[in-house]
């Protein structure tokens, strides 16, 4: 089993920064993949940005030049950097990650959220 658990979220001003943290823990053989979708009330689920375990990051358009995603591939880690917040960022962030629990095929793990609120 493989278990992904955020920390960092939490009440914000419009325009401040907030950093957000996940873990993976459990069966792990190897990480692909790592990331941050988020969830508005409301609307569907979006990609925020995700990170290979190279390095290599992916940024939905709204988020690049103000959030730096990391990975830790040691430490099994994905930080998200998150600058000049604004008021309809608010939401449920969820870390993603793309795990082949051994030997075998990769799945896709979700953790179970954190609430980021911007406002005034």
């Known amino acids: 089993q493989v278990h992904l658990v955020e920390s960092g979220g939490g009440w914000v001003q419009a325009g401040g920064s907030l950093r957000l943290s996940c873990a993976a823990s459990?069966?792990?053989?190897?990480?692909?993949?790592m990331g941050w979708y988020r969830e508005a009330p409301g609307k569907e689920r979006e990609l925020v940005a995700t990170?290979?375990?190279?390095?290599?990051?992916n940024y939905a358009d709204s988020v690049r030049g103000r959030f730096t995603i990391s990975i830790d591939v040691v430490k099994q880690t994905v930080d998200l950097q998150m600058k000049g917040l604004s008021l309809d960022e608010s939401g449920v962030y969820y870390c993603t990650a793309n795990i082949a629990p051994g030997v075998g095929p990769f799945y896709d793990y979700w953790g179970q959220g954190t609430q980021v609120t911007v406002s005034l």
């Open positions: 990170i290979t375990n190279s390095g290599m990051p």
């Open positions: 459990g069966r792990i053989g190897s990480i692909a993949r």
